[in-house]
């Protein structure tokens, strides 16, 4: 599901606003008012109520010669909005696991939860015609998780992009989460596809992003092989 699929879900305008800054990031009152189908003024005001609420606040950054352009931005409370996944729940139930049953204990769990995103991964892009639609059938895969992923091309690859971590809490809790999941993409994707994250929400990032391409390593490898093979002695 692409963004302009999920900000043209039945919303409110204020539901609207939050989401246009959660997947777009920073953004004027103007550019915020184009998106949504109205008056950079109105948005404005949209923002300013946001604002008292709590949920939104603005910068000044500069852009070029001239004043500074007054950017929109979501706040922590704004950012919690969106599905946490019962978040204070989740820490609690880990920091128990690891001090009451230890760390390979939990190692086994995010395995066992692994294997099971693998299963319903692979499921869900058998049949892939090329590696863009497998890039794609996996953006929908994890935006039916809470990811409000996308995917686009980029260059000779593909993104897949993550606005929203549903289980941040409990990745910034145990590490372990994300390592497990840039290794189940490795594999789903399959062994021609060079997965690098690029960004990440748990070190500040705004969303997290994975740069996908072409694993040329595989094809090149057995003509390196042959070319020594063939080299007189």
Not at 144 to 156: D, L, N, T
Request: aromatic share 4%.
């Amino acid at each position: 599901m692409s963004s302009d699929d999920l900000e043209n879900s039945p919303r409110s305008a204020a539901d609207r606003f939050l989401l246009l800054l959660k997947t777009r990031g920073p953004q004027t009152a103007a550019d915020l008012g184009t998106a949504a189908g109205v008056t950079g003024e109105a948005a404005r005001q949209q923002l300013v109520r946001l604002a008292a609420s709590g949920l939104v606040v603005a910068a000044a950054e500069p852009r070029g010669v001239g004043r500074p352009t007054q950017v929109w931005t979501l706040t922590a409370a704004g950012n919690a909005r969106f599905p946490d996944a019962h978040a204070e729940l989740t820490a609690h139930l880990i920091q128990t696991i690891r001090t009451q049953l230890g760390e390979d204990v939990l190692d086994r769990l995010i395995d066992a939860r692994a294997a099971e995103s693998k299963a319903a991964y692979a499921a869900a892009l058998d049949g892939s015609a090329d590696l863009g639609e497998k890039v794609a059938r996996l953006a929908q895969a994890r935006t039916r998780e809470g990811y409000m992923a996308e995917s686009q091309a980029e260059g000779r690859g593909y993104l897949l992009v993550e606005n929203h971590c549903p289980i941040c809490v409990a990745a910034t809790a145990c590490q372990g989460f994300c390592r497990a999941e840039l290794d189940t993409f490795r594999e789903v994707l399959g062994q021609d596809a060079a997965v690098e994250r690029t960004e990440h929400i748990v070190q500040g990032d705004r969303r997290c992003a994975y740069r996908i391409s072409l694993n040329t390593r595989s094809e090149s490898e057995p003509r390196r092989r042959k070319s020594r093979d063939e080299k007189p002695s």
